[in-house]
Protein backbone atom coordinates (compact mmCIF):
# COMPACT_ATOMS: atom_id res chain seq x y z
CA UNK A 1 0.00 0.00 0.00
CA UNK A 2 1.44 3.24 -0.79
CA UNK A 3 1.81 5.21 2.17
CA UNK A 4 1.85 9.69 2.21
CA UNK A 5 5.53 10.35 2.51
CA UNK A 6 5.66 7.60 -0.61
CA UNK A 7 3.67 9.51 -2.70
CA UNK A 8 4.75 13.14 -1.88
CA UNK A 9 8.33 12.16 -1.94
CA UNK A 10 7.86 10.37 -5.47
CA UNK A 11 6.01 13.71 -6.55
CA UNK A 12 8.57 16.01 -5.47
CA UNK A 13 11.06 14.04 -7.20
CA UNK A 14 9.02 13.49 -10.60
CA UNK A 15 8.99 17.42 -10.53
CA UNK A 16 12.47 17.35 -10.54
CA UNK A 17 12.71 14.89 -13.78
CA UNK A 18 14.58 12.06 -10.84
CA UNK A 19 15.61 8.64 -12.69
CA UNK A 20 13.72 6.09 -12.39
CA UNK A 21 16.75 4.44 -10.43
CA UNK A 22 16.06 6.98 -7.67
CA UNK A 23 12.40 6.51 -7.89
CA UNK A 24 12.63 2.34 -7.28
CA UNK A 25 14.59 3.85 -4.24
CA UNK A 26 11.77 5.33 -3.34
CA UNK A 27 9.42 2.79 -3.58
CA UNK A 28 11.42 0.71 -0.81
CA UNK A 29 10.32 3.48 1.69
CA UNK A 30 6.94 2.55 1.44
CA UNK A 31 7.11 -0.42 4.02
CA UNK A 32 8.33 2.15 6.03
CA UNK A 33 6.09 4.55 5.94
CA UNK A 34 2.81 1.85 6.14
CA UNK A 35 3.65 1.46 9.73
CA UNK A 36 3.54 5.05 10.67
CA UNK A 37 -0.31 6.18 11.83
CA UNK A 38 -2.30 8.55 9.85
CA UNK A 39 -5.46 10.69 10.22
CA UNK A 40 -6.91 9.83 6.99
CA UNK A 41 -8.50 6.21 6.88
CA UNK A 42 -11.95 7.41 6.53
CA UNK A 43 -11.37 8.92 3.04
CA UNK A 44 -12.61 7.00 0.80
CA UNK A 45 -10.15 7.49 -1.80
CA UNK A 46 -7.28 8.23 0.16
CA UNK A 47 -4.47 8.69 -2.15
CA UNK A 48 -2.04 6.41 0.25
CA UNK A 49 -4.41 3.77 -0.58
CA UNK A 50 -3.58 3.78 -4.55
CA UNK A 51 -3.47 1.13 -6.37
CA UNK A 52 0.98 -0.06 -6.34
CA UNK A 53 0.35 0.14 -10.17
CA UNK A 54 -0.48 4.18 -10.02
CA UNK A 55 3.27 4.64 -9.07
CA UNK A 56 4.66 2.58 -11.91
CA UNK A 57 2.35 4.48 -14.65
CA UNK A 58 3.55 7.84 -13.12
CA UNK A 59 7.12 6.82 -12.95
CA UNK A 60 6.63 6.29 -17.03
CA UNK A 61 5.28 9.04 -17.13
CA UNK A 62 7.91 10.77 -15.70
CA UNK A 63 10.55 9.35 -17.74
CA UNK A 64 9.14 10.12 -21.08
CA UNK A 65 6.86 12.77 -21.41
CA UNK A 66 7.59 16.40 -20.37
CA UNK A 67 6.40 17.95 -17.18
CA UNK A 68 4.01 20.30 -18.10
CA UNK A 69 1.14 20.01 -15.52
CA UNK A 70 0.82 19.20 -11.75
CA UNK A 71 -0.98 16.05 -11.31
CA UNK A 72 -2.56 14.71 -8.53
CA UNK A 73 -0.91 10.68 -7.92
CA UNK A 74 -4.30 9.06 -9.21
CA UNK A 75 -4.21 7.59 -12.65
CA UNK A 76 -7.67 6.77 -14.36
CA UNK A 77 -8.04 3.87 -16.89
CA UNK A 78 -12.36 4.11 -17.92
CA UNK A 79 -15.05 6.01 -17.22
CA UNK A 80 -18.96 5.41 -17.76
CA UNK A 81 -21.39 8.68 -17.90
CA UNK A 82 -20.43 11.11 -14.87
CA UNK A 83 -17.97 8.52 -13.57
CA UNK A 84 -14.25 7.71 -13.80
CA UNK A 85 -12.65 5.06 -12.33
CA UNK A 86 -8.77 4.43 -11.66
CA UNK A 87 -6.27 1.79 -11.66
CA UNK A 88 -7.75 0.35 -8.72
CA UNK A 89 -11.60 0.37 -9.84
CA UNK A 90 -12.09 3.47 -7.52
CA UNK A 91 -15.03 5.44 -8.75
CA UNK A 92 -15.07 9.43 -8.68
CA UNK A 93 -18.41 11.06 -9.65
CA UNK A 94 -16.61 13.42 -12.09
CA UNK A 95 -18.01 17.25 -11.73
CA UNK A 96 -14.88 18.47 -14.60
CA UNK A 97 -15.54 16.74 -17.47
CA UNK A 98 -12.52 16.89 -18.93
CA UNK A 99 -12.61 20.80 -18.54
CA UNK A 100 -16.23 21.12 -19.83
CA UNK A 101 -15.25 18.89 -22.77
CA UNK A 102 -17.58 15.46 -21.93
CA UNK A 103 -20.87 17.13 -22.41
CA UNK A 104 -22.13 13.92 -23.07
CA UNK A 105 -20.20 11.90 -20.18
CA UNK A 106 -17.18 9.65 -20.54
CA UNK A 107 -17.72 6.34 -22.77
CA UNK A 108 -21.07 7.72 -24.71
CA UNK A 109 -22.22 5.13 -26.63
CA UNK A 110 -23.12 6.56 -29.70
CA UNK A 111 -20.24 8.64 -29.73
CA UNK A 112 -18.89 4.30 -29.32
CA UNK A 113 -20.31 4.21 -32.16
CA UNK A 114 -19.97 7.02 -34.65
CA UNK A 115 -16.04 6.87 -34.16
CA UNK A 116 -16.17 2.79 -35.10
CA UNK A 117 -18.49 3.54 -37.84
CA UNK A 118 -16.84 6.12 -38.93
CA UNK A 119 -12.96 4.72 -38.37
CA UNK A 120 -14.16 1.97 -40.59
CA UNK A 121 -14.81 4.42 -44.01
CA UNK A 122 -12.37 6.64 -43.91
CA UNK A 123 -10.65 8.89 -41.17
CA UNK A 124 -8.07 11.54 -42.98
CA UNK A 125 -8.36 12.78 -46.11
CA UNK A 126 -6.39 16.02 -45.47
CA UNK A 127 -7.99 19.31 -47.20
CA UNK A 128 -7.61 18.82 -50.67
CA UNK A 129 -10.41 17.35 -51.06
CA UNK A 130 -14.14 17.32 -49.79
CA UNK A 131 -15.42 14.81 -47.16
CA UNK A 132 -19.06 14.29 -46.12
CA UNK A 133 -19.29 14.74 -42.61
CA UNK A 134 -17.30 18.35 -42.76
CA UNK A 135 -20.03 19.45 -45.13
CA UNK A 136 -22.66 18.08 -42.67
CA UNK A 137 -21.72 19.42 -39.59
CA UNK A 138 -21.16 22.88 -41.30
CA UNK A 139 -24.40 23.20 -42.01
CA UNK A 140 -25.47 22.24 -38.80
CA UNK A 141 -23.79 24.83 -36.94
CA UNK A 142 -24.43 27.57 -39.37
CA UNK A 143 -28.43 26.68 -39.46
CA UNK A 144 -28.75 25.72 -35.96
CA UNK A 145 -27.10 28.80 -35.46
CA UNK A 146 -29.02 31.17 -37.33
CA UNK A 147 -32.34 29.63 -35.70
CA UNK A 148 -31.11 30.00 -32.28
CA UNK A 149 -30.43 33.74 -32.40
CA UNK A 150 -29.44 36.66 -34.11
CA UNK A 151 -25.67 36.20 -35.28
CA UNK A 152 -25.97 36.15 -38.84
CA UNK A 153 -23.15 33.15 -39.35
CA UNK A 154 -22.64 32.32 -42.71
CA UNK A 155 -19.08 30.46 -43.04
CA UNK A 156 -17.65 28.09 -40.66
CA UNK A 157 -13.49 27.02 -40.82
CA UNK A 158 -12.37 23.89 -38.79
CA UNK A 159 -9.79 23.72 -36.63
CA UNK A 160 -8.05 20.89 -34.41
CA UNK A 161 -8.66 22.87 -30.96
CA UNK A 162 -10.02 25.99 -29.18
CA UNK A 163 -6.50 27.55 -29.11
CA UNK A 164 -6.33 27.31 -33.05
CA UNK A 165 -9.38 28.69 -33.62
CA UNK A 166 -8.38 31.70 -31.91
CA UNK A 167 -5.33 31.67 -34.17
CA UNK A 168 -7.51 31.38 -37.31
CA UNK A 169 -9.87 34.10 -35.98
CA UNK A 170 -7.50 37.18 -34.96
CA UNK A 171 -5.81 36.38 -38.26
CA UNK A 172 -9.01 36.56 -40.14
CA UNK A 173 -9.14 39.86 -38.02
CA UNK A 174 -6.17 41.14 -39.33
CA UNK A 175 -6.84 40.18 -42.98
CA UNK A 176 -10.17 41.94 -43.03
CA UNK A 177 -8.84 45.39 -41.51
CA UNK A 178 -5.66 45.63 -43.95
CA UNK A 179 -8.17 45.50 -46.91
CA UNK A 180 -10.99 47.59 -45.31
CA UNK A 181 -8.66 49.73 -43.49
CA UNK A 182 -8.94 53.85 -44.43
CA UNK A 183 -6.48 54.73 -47.32
CA UNK A 184 -2.99 55.01 -45.11
CA UNK A 185 -4.15 53.37 -42.59
CA UNK A 186 -3.31 49.61 -43.50
CA UNK A 187 -0.18 49.08 -41.55
CA UNK A 188 -1.54 50.68 -38.70
CA UNK A 189 -4.77 48.77 -37.70
CA UNK A 190 -3.79 45.69 -36.60
CA UNK A 191 -4.41 46.45 -32.67
CA UNK A 192 -6.30 43.47 -30.30
CA UNK A 193 -8.19 44.42 -27.16
CA UNK A 194 -8.74 41.29 -24.64
CA UNK A 195 -9.68 41.62 -21.29
CA UNK A 196 -9.05 41.04 -17.63
CA UNK A 197 -8.87 37.61 -16.51
CA UNK A 198 -9.73 36.24 -19.89
CA UNK A 199 -8.42 33.08 -21.56
CA UNK A 200 -8.08 32.60 -24.82
CA UNK A 201 -5.34 29.96 -25.21
CA UNK A 202 -1.37 29.04 -25.18
CA UNK A 203 -0.08 29.46 -28.35
CA UNK A 204 2.00 32.75 -29.13
CA UNK A 205 -1.28 34.76 -30.59
CA UNK A 206 -3.91 33.29 -28.25
CA UNK A 207 -1.17 33.79 -25.58
CA UNK A 208 -1.20 37.03 -26.09
CA UNK A 209 -4.88 37.68 -25.72
CA UNK A 210 -4.78 35.96 -22.01
CA UNK A 211 -3.42 38.56 -19.87
CA UNK A 212 -2.02 36.44 -16.89
CA UNK A 213 1.36 36.87 -15.72
CA UNK A 214 1.90 33.31 -15.16
CA UNK A 215 1.30 32.14 -18.56
CA UNK A 216 2.78 35.20 -20.63
CA UNK A 217 5.63 36.00 -18.34
CA UNK A 218 8.34 32.88 -19.47
CA UNK A 219 7.51 33.57 -23.29
CA UNK A 220 8.15 37.25 -23.74
CA UNK A 221 8.19 38.99 -26.27
CA UNK A 222 4.60 38.47 -27.36
CA UNK A 223 3.15 39.62 -30.36
CA UNK A 224 2.68 43.02 -30.57
CA UNK A 225 -0.44 44.77 -30.59
CA UNK A 226 -2.41 43.63 -28.37
CA UNK A 227 -3.55 45.48 -25.04
CA UNK A 228 -5.52 44.28 -22.13
CA UNK A 229 -8.79 46.19 -20.62
CA UNK A 230 -10.50 45.63 -18.19
CA UNK A 231 -13.79 43.00 -18.37
CA UNK A 232 -17.09 44.55 -17.68
CA UNK A 233 -16.38 47.99 -17.89
CA UNK A 234 -18.07 50.05 -20.33
CA UNK A 235 -16.65 53.33 -19.60
CA UNK A 236 -13.54 51.87 -20.56
CA UNK A 237 -14.28 50.22 -23.83
CA UNK A 238 -13.39 53.27 -25.92
CA UNK A 239 -10.04 54.19 -24.53
CA UNK A 240 -8.81 50.67 -25.23
CA UNK A 241 -11.04 50.05 -28.51
CA UNK A 242 -9.65 52.72 -31.26
CA UNK A 243 -9.06 53.48 -34.85
CA UNK A 244 -5.74 50.97 -34.86
CA UNK A 245 -8.07 48.26 -33.32
CA UNK A 246 -8.62 45.29 -35.56
CA UNK A 247 -10.58 42.89 -33.30
CA UNK A 248 -12.11 42.65 -29.89
CA UNK A 249 -11.73 39.31 -28.39
CA UNK A 250 -14.16 38.24 -25.42
CA UNK A 251 -16.00 35.63 -23.60
CA UNK A 252 -18.97 36.00 -22.74
CA UNK A 253 -18.70 34.06 -19.76
CA UNK A 254 -15.18 33.69 -18.65
CA UNK A 255 -14.34 30.24 -16.94
CA UNK A 256 -10.73 30.09 -16.60
CA UNK A 257 -11.26 33.68 -15.51
CA UNK A 258 -13.19 32.64 -12.39
CA UNK A 259 -16.71 32.10 -13.99
CA UNK A 260 -17.44 35.64 -14.72
CA UNK A 261 -20.48 36.61 -16.81
CA UNK A 262 -20.45 39.81 -18.85
CA UNK A 263 -22.98 42.46 -18.17
CA UNK A 264 -25.74 43.45 -21.37
CA UNK A 265 -24.40 46.71 -21.11
CA UNK A 266 -20.67 45.76 -21.99
CA UNK A 267 -21.46 43.52 -24.69
CA UNK A 268 -23.72 46.27 -26.35
CA UNK A 269 -21.11 48.77 -26.22
CA UNK A 270 -18.10 46.59 -27.77
CA UNK A 271 -20.79 45.88 -30.74
CA UNK A 272 -21.40 49.56 -30.78
CA UNK A 273 -17.57 51.00 -30.25
CA UNK A 274 -16.37 48.06 -32.79
CA UNK A 275 -18.97 49.19 -35.47
CA UNK A 276 -17.78 52.71 -34.95
CA UNK A 277 -14.28 52.24 -35.62
CA UNK A 278 -14.26 49.00 -38.00
CA UNK A 279 -13.16 46.49 -35.95
CA UNK A 280 -14.49 42.57 -35.70
CA UNK A 281 -15.85 41.13 -32.66
CA UNK A 282 -14.96 37.82 -31.64
CA UNK A 283 -16.93 35.84 -29.13
CA UNK A 284 -14.54 33.14 -27.58
CA UNK A 285 -17.37 30.62 -26.44
CA UNK A 286 -14.95 27.82 -26.34
CA UNK A 287 -16.03 26.90 -23.02
CA UNK A 288 -19.21 28.43 -22.11
CA UNK A 289 -20.86 27.26 -25.26
CA UNK A 290 -22.54 24.34 -27.46
CA UNK A 291 -25.26 24.24 -24.51
CA UNK A 292 -23.00 24.75 -21.54
CA UNK A 293 -25.70 27.59 -20.52
CA UNK A 294 -28.88 26.11 -21.36
CA UNK A 295 -28.74 27.50 -25.01
CA UNK A 296 -26.77 26.20 -27.98
CA UNK A 297 -25.10 29.83 -27.50
CA UNK A 298 -23.82 31.68 -24.46
CA UNK A 299 -24.24 35.08 -25.77
CA UNK A 300 -28.03 34.16 -26.39
CA UNK A 301 -28.85 35.02 -23.29
CA UNK A 302 -28.27 39.04 -24.52
CA UNK A 303 -30.38 40.96 -26.83
CA UNK A 304 -29.81 41.00 -30.61
CA UNK A 305 -27.47 43.88 -29.96
CA UNK A 306 -25.07 41.74 -28.29
CA UNK A 307 -23.65 39.32 -31.17
CA UNK A 308 -20.28 38.67 -32.80
CA UNK A 309 -18.50 38.92 -35.92
CA UNK A 310 -16.76 35.81 -35.48
CA UNK A 311 -17.46 33.09 -33.13
CA UNK A 312 -14.77 30.34 -32.21
CA UNK A 313 -16.09 27.09 -30.22
CA UNK A 314 -14.46 23.79 -29.51
CA UNK A 315 -14.05 21.91 -25.80
CA UNK A 316 -17.61 20.09 -26.19
CA UNK A 317 -18.22 19.74 -29.71
CA UNK A 318 -16.75 16.15 -30.09
CA UNK A 319 -17.33 15.24 -26.46
CA UNK A 320 -13.45 14.36 -26.08
CA UNK A 321 -12.48 13.85 -30.07
CA UNK A 322 -10.39 16.68 -30.79
CA UNK A 323 -11.96 20.01 -32.99
CA UNK A 324 -12.48 23.49 -33.34
CA UNK A 325 -13.85 25.85 -35.67
CA UNK A 326 -14.57 29.04 -36.04
CA UNK A 327 -17.70 30.54 -37.31
CA UNK A 328 -18.11 34.09 -39.23
CA UNK A 329 -20.26 36.36 -40.64
CA UNK A 330 -20.71 37.33 -44.68
CA UNK A 331 -18.64 40.62 -43.94
CA UNK A 332 -15.92 38.50 -42.69
CA UNK A 333 -15.92 35.30 -45.13
CA UNK A 334 -15.96 37.33 -48.50
CA UNK A 335 -12.27 38.99 -47.51
CA UNK A 336 -10.95 35.74 -47.05
CA UNK A 337 -9.52 33.89 -49.93
CA UNK A 338 -7.39 30.48 -50.97
CA UNK A 339 -4.51 30.69 -49.58
CA UNK A 340 -5.10 32.53 -46.44
CA UNK A 341 -5.40 29.80 -44.12
CA UNK A 342 -4.86 25.65 -43.51
CA UNK A 343 -4.63 23.01 -41.40
CA UNK A 344 -3.92 19.36 -42.01
CA UNK A 345 -6.34 17.68 -39.75
CA UNK A 346 -9.14 20.26 -38.79
CA UNK A 347 -12.41 19.03 -40.43
CA UNK A 348 -11.40 15.44 -40.75
CA UNK A 349 -14.64 12.76 -41.66
CA UNK A 350 -13.49 10.86 -38.06
CA UNK A 351 -13.67 14.34 -36.14
CA UNK A 352 -16.65 15.73 -37.90
CA UNK A 353 -18.82 12.66 -38.26
CA UNK A 354 -18.56 12.82 -33.72
CA UNK A 355 -19.40 16.50 -33.84
CA UNK A 356 -22.52 15.78 -36.23
CA UNK A 357 -24.14 13.67 -33.85
CA UNK A 358 -22.97 15.65 -30.79
CA UNK A 359 -24.16 18.77 -31.72
CA UNK A 360 -27.67 16.74 -33.32
CA UNK A 361 -28.12 16.13 -29.05
CA UNK A 362 -26.79 18.82 -27.74
CA UNK A 363 -29.03 21.18 -29.66
CA UNK A 364 -32.30 19.97 -28.90
CA UNK A 365 -35.18 22.23 -26.77
CA UNK A 366 -35.47 18.73 -24.05
CA UNK A 367 -31.54 18.37 -23.63
CA UNK A 368 -30.84 22.25 -23.50
CA UNK A 369 -33.91 22.71 -20.95
CA UNK A 370 -32.31 20.03 -18.58
CA UNK A 371 -29.44 21.88 -18.84
CA UNK A 372 -31.06 24.70 -17.33
CA UNK A 373 -33.59 22.73 -15.03
CA UNK A 374 -30.01 21.28 -13.26
CA UNK A 375 -28.09 23.94 -13.70
CA UNK A 376 -30.70 25.48 -11.04
CA UNK A 377 -30.31 22.52 -8.91
CA UNK A 378 -27.00 22.74 -9.01
CA UNK A 379 -26.58 26.38 -8.06
CA UNK A 380 -29.39 26.04 -5.00
CA UNK A 381 -27.01 23.56 -3.77
CA UNK A 382 -23.96 26.05 -4.02
CA UNK A 383 -26.47 28.69 -2.46
CA UNK A 384 -27.12 26.62 0.31
CA UNK A 385 -23.66 26.11 1.67
CA UNK A 386 -22.94 28.12 5.12
CA UNK A 387 -19.42 28.55 5.54
CA UNK A 388 -17.64 31.45 6.89
CA UNK A 389 -14.71 30.86 3.80
CA UNK A 390 -17.27 30.76 1.22
CA UNK A 391 -18.13 34.26 -0.32
CA UNK A 392 -20.04 34.44 -3.77
CA UNK A 393 -21.83 31.50 -6.36
CA UNK A 394 -21.95 32.98 -10.02
CA UNK A 395 -23.38 30.93 -12.58
CA UNK A 396 -25.35 30.46 -15.96
CA UNK A 397 -26.87 26.83 -16.41
CA UNK A 398 -24.17 24.24 -16.51
CA UNK A 399 -21.12 26.79 -15.91
CA UNK A 400 -20.92 27.15 -12.30
CA UNK A 401 -18.52 28.88 -9.57
CA UNK A 402 -17.93 28.74 -6.28
CA UNK A 403 -15.87 31.56 -4.86
CA UNK A 404 -13.86 31.25 -1.10
CA UNK A 405 -12.36 33.95 0.63
CA UNK A 406 -9.26 31.77 0.72
CA UNK A 407 -7.56 30.11 -2.21
CA UNK A 408 -9.40 26.77 -2.54
CA UNK A 409 -6.76 24.74 -4.15
CA UNK A 410 -6.34 22.67 -1.01
CA UNK A 411 -10.08 21.47 -1.26
CA UNK A 412 -9.63 19.96 -4.59
CA UNK A 413 -7.54 17.32 -3.02
CA UNK A 414 -9.82 16.90 0.06
CA UNK A 415 -12.79 16.31 -2.77
CA UNK A 416 -10.72 13.84 -4.47
CA UNK A 417 -9.76 11.79 -1.64
CA UNK A 418 -13.37 11.60 -0.83
CA UNK A 419 -14.40 10.67 -4.20
CA UNK A 420 -15.12 13.86 -6.44
CA UNK A 421 -13.07 15.56 -9.05
CA UNK A 422 -13.74 19.18 -9.30
CA UNK A 423 -11.24 21.99 -10.58
CA UNK A 424 -10.03 25.50 -9.39
CA UNK A 425 -10.06 28.82 -11.70
CA UNK A 426 -8.79 32.53 -11.14
CA UNK A 427 -9.59 34.42 -8.10
CA UNK A 428 -10.26 31.93 -5.48
CA UNK A 429 -12.84 30.23 -7.56
CA UNK A 430 -13.64 26.19 -7.54
CA UNK A 431 -15.32 25.49 -11.18
CA UNK A 432 -18.04 23.24 -11.88
CA UNK A 433 -18.35 21.68 -15.39
CA UNK A 434 -19.60 18.45 -15.28
CA UNK A 435 -21.68 16.66 -18.27
CA UNK A 436 -24.35 18.37 -19.47
CA UNK A 437 -26.61 15.46 -19.33
CA UNK A 438 -25.43 14.77 -15.42
CA UNK A 439 -28.38 13.57 -13.09
CA UNK A 440 -30.25 16.03 -10.25
CA UNK A 441 -29.00 12.45 -8.45
CA UNK A 442 -25.91 12.63 -9.33
CA UNK A 443 -25.64 16.25 -8.70
CA UNK A 444 -27.18 15.87 -5.32
CA UNK A 445 -24.17 13.09 -4.54
CA UNK A 446 -21.61 14.79 -5.52
CA UNK A 447 -22.50 18.13 -3.32
CA UNK A 448 -22.82 15.68 -0.15
CA UNK A 449 -19.54 14.91 -0.69
CA UNK A 450 -18.39 18.84 -1.41
CA UNK A 451 -20.00 19.75 1.31
CA UNK A 452 -18.35 16.47 3.46
CA UNK A 453 -14.87 17.92 1.70
CA UNK A 454 -15.46 21.88 2.74
CA UNK A 455 -15.92 21.23 6.28
CA UNK A 456 -12.95 19.52 6.19
CA UNK A 457 -11.18 22.87 4.40
CA UNK A 458 -12.93 24.65 6.83
CA UNK A 459 -11.08 22.80 9.99
CA UNK A 460 -7.66 22.97 8.32
CA UNK A 461 -7.82 26.78 7.57
CA UNK A 462 -9.60 27.85 10.86
CA UNK A 463 -6.82 26.21 12.87
CA UNK A 464 -4.11 27.55 11.18
CA UNK A 465 -5.94 31.08 11.48
CA UNK A 466 -6.37 29.75 15.80
Known sequence: MLRHSLLRTSKALLAQHQPRTTLMAVRAMSAKAASAPLNDHALSHADVDADPKTLDIIDKHAKYTLTTYGRPPVVFTHGKGSYLYDVGHRE???????????????????VARILFDQAKQVVHLSNLYYNVPAGELAEQ??????????????????????????????????????????????????????????FHGRSMGALSATPNPKYQKPFLPLV??????????????????TDETCAVIVEPIQGEGGINVATEAFLKKLRSRCDEVG???????????????????????F??????????MAKP??????????????????????????????????GCAVASSVLRRINNPEFLDNVNKN???????????????????????????????VDPSPLVAMARERGLLIITAANNTVRFVPALNISK???????DILKKAIVAFEDKVLSVDA
Open 92 to 110: YLDFTAGIAVNALGHSDPE
Open 141 to 198: LIEGTRASGAFKAAKIFFSNSGTEANEGALKFARKVAKVTAKPGQADKKFGVVSFTNG
Open 224 to 241: PGFVHAPYNDVKAVDQYV
Open 279 to 301: ALLIFDEIQCGLGRTGKLWAHEH
Open 303 to 312: SAACVPDILT
Open 317 to 350: LANGFPIGAIMITDKVAEKIVIGDHGTTFGGNPL
Open 375 to 405: GAHFREHLESISSPLVKEVRSKGMILGLEFK
Open 441 to 447: AEIDQGM
